[in-house]
């Protein structure tokens, strides 16, 4: 209920235009303290706004610190999940690391072993060349291996 609607609803129309009251119109005692004490009320409805204004940024500092309190509680484990990641990382390198030597182990296996069949190859043609052919190669084989039954 506004106070100016209260105020005016009892009075004459030509009431703010006057100085005196009119002599017709009896105040109701409840408006004329309204009215006498008027400063004080602005006065004390200032306070109580103030007094909400700071209640709320109190609450609102309230809600913040209890969430920088909340976050240093969490703290603890945020620091597990760095050290837990850290570990993590380190042992990513070192496998990064081993899979790096394994692989270069395997190019150098692939590299040996394409030597030796290289080298086999060699050894083999120059066998088959030394006994007069491919054909003739296992014919000398074949008559080793009846010498060698004999000999036992």
């Known amino acids: 209920m506004n106070l100016s609607t209260n105020l005016f609803?009892?009075?004459?129309?030509?009431?703010?235009?006057?100085?005196?009251?009119?002599?017709?119109?009896?105040?109701?005692p409840e408006l004329v303290w309204m009215m006498e004490n008027i400063d004080e009320l602005y006065r004390k409805a200032n306070r109580a706004m103030d007094s909400i204004?700071?209640?709320?940024?109190?609450?609102?500092?309230n809600m913040r610190l209890e969430r920088i309190t909340g976050l240093k509680q969490l703290e603890p484990k945020w620091k597990?999940?760095?050290?837990?990641?850290?570990?993590?990382?380190?042992?990513?390198?070192?496998?990064?690391?081993?899979?790096?030597?394994l692989r270069q182990k395997q190019i150098a296996t692939e590299k040996e072993r394409a030597r030796?069949?290289?080298?086999?190859?060699?050894?083999?043609?120059?066998?088959?060349?030394?006994?007069?052919?491919?054909?003739?190669?296992?014919d000398s084989i074949v008559k080793d291996m009846a010498n060698i039954k004999l000999d036992k």
Do not use: C, F
């Open 53 to 61: 204004e700071s209640a709320r940024q109190l609450g609102s500092s």
């Open 80 to 101: 597990k999940a760095g050290q837990r990641i850290t570990q993590l990382e380190a042992t990513l390198k070192d496998k990064d690391r081993a899979y790096e030597k």
């Open 116 to 138: 030796l069949e290289e080298q086999l190859k060699e050894k083999v043609s120059g066998t088959a060349s030394d006994r007069g052919g491919a054909g003739s190669g296992n």
């Open 9 to 28: 609803a009892k009075a004459p129309a030509d009431w703010m235009t006057h100085e005196k009251l009119p002599t017709n119109y009896l105040p109701d």
